[in-house]
């Protein structure tokens, strides 16, 4: 069955530390790729998704994220963190159909 | 902006009831969906629907039903609430074959199942 991994569960970084959040999926085929973010509070939002073409994509906020094929990941990273990206995040994939599998989540924490 | 409504924030109920969660959105998508979020397990998938009066199991049906009798509206029903059904509740639509390029999500509903 197709699953996704973050291993890093909760992370604590001080401002403009870098940030990089581990994604792994299981499926080797052609997937799609997401991450999503969600505020103390808020609702999920979508931070940056991967369809095709350049492997490194530009989300919102800073975020940026690497598909490596041949490492089945997607890693998301920012150069610089700020206390507002305080957050959990959650890598997601989709392949074949149209149900999102999402990984557990890591809940970052930043301090100033 | 779409805007995804669950009607209620907080809910406690008591063991044996039955309990509706409701959702609405307002942008005509097709596709919605209902999640449960656990810390440490991540957002998993209860049922969806493609359509009015379509339903399809997701990864974790059991316990679960749900109602889709009008396009923006998509309701989960618990028929008999057990404690393990404590959890937040996340319902999210998109446009049919959108592919998740843009699942738009509700802020939630945090069930407590006494």
């Known amino acids: 069955a197709q699953s996704v991994s973050q291993h890093n569960h909760h992370v604590i970084l001080s401002e403009a530390a870098s940030l990089e959040l581990g994604c792994n999926y299981s499926y080797g085929g052609t997937v799609n790729l997401f991450w999503y973010v969600q505020y103390p509070g808020q609702h999920l939002q979508l931070l940056l998704k991967?369809?095709?073409?350049?492997?490194l994509v530009k989300g919102i906020k800073g975020f940026e994220a690497e598909f490596i094929k041949s490492k089945f990941s997607f890693n998301l990273r920012k150069p610089s963190v700020q206390w507002s990206d305080t957050a959990e995040y959650f890598c997601a994939v989709m392949h074949n159909t149209d149900k999102l599998i999402f990984g557990t989540g890591t809940r970052l924490q930043v301090f100033p | 902006d779409v805007k995804v409504t669950q009607s209620s924030r907080y809910l406690v109920k008591r063991t044996g009831e039955k309990v509706f969660l409701e959702c609405v959105q307002d942008m005509d998508h097709e596709n919605m969906f209902w999640y449960r979020q656990d810390p440490g397990l991540g957002l998993r998938l209860i049922y969806f629907s493609y359509d009015v009066k379509m339903k399809e199991k997701g990864d974790i049906p059991e316990g679960y039903s749900v109602s889709r009798e009008k396009k923006e509206r998509f309701s989960l029903i618990l028929e008999s609430a057990s404690t393990n059904q404590t959890s937040m509740y996340l319902c999210a639509s998109e446009f049919q074959g959108a592919s998740n390029e843009k699942l738009f999500f509700g802020s939630g509903t945090q069930l407590s199942v006494l």
């Open positions: 991967y369809f095709s073409g350049d492997p």
